[in-house]
């Protein structure tokens, strides 16, 4: 099992900076990507950043350029650094981990249990 420990977030004003970290427990060599999705009210979750081992880095595009996702191994930890914010990006982000042992058949996503984000002046 894989528990997820997400911290950072908070209320900041249009423009301002946030950033989010999210403690993995579990081996580091298992770990197949992390990155971290979002939910505004009434809206259905989406992907935000991730970070595929071996493969690279994706953004949305709404906040390519804004925001930048980092993994610091040593710490099994995932940051999402967001410059320049928006209203638009309010919403409860959580953090996810595809996690998979070699002893496991299948990749399995654990989740975090969000943290709220909120840009508004």
């Known amino acids: 099992q894989v528990q997820l420990v997400e911290s950072g977030g908070g209320s900041v004003q249009p423009g301002g900076s946030l950033r989010l970290s999210c403690v993995a427990s579990g081996s580091i060599s298992s770990v197949n990507a992390m990155g971290w999705y979002r939910q505004a009210p009434e809206k259905e979750r989406e992907l935000v950043a991730s970070?595929?081992?071996?493969?690279?880095?994706d953004y949305a595009d709404s906040v390519e350029g804004r925001f930048t996702i980092s993994r610091d191994i040593a710490k099994n930890t995932v940051y999402l650094q967001m410059n320049s914010l928006k209203p638009e990006d309010t919403g409860v982000y959580y953090c996810?981990?595809?996690?998979?042992?070699?002893?496991?058949?299948?990749?399995?996503?654990?989740w975090g249990q969000g943290t709220q984000v909120t840009v508004s002046s």
């Open positions: 970070i595929t081992i071996g493969v690279g880095i």
């Open positions: 996810y981990e595809d996690f998979k042992p070699p002893w496991w058949t299948s990749v399995r996503r654990f």
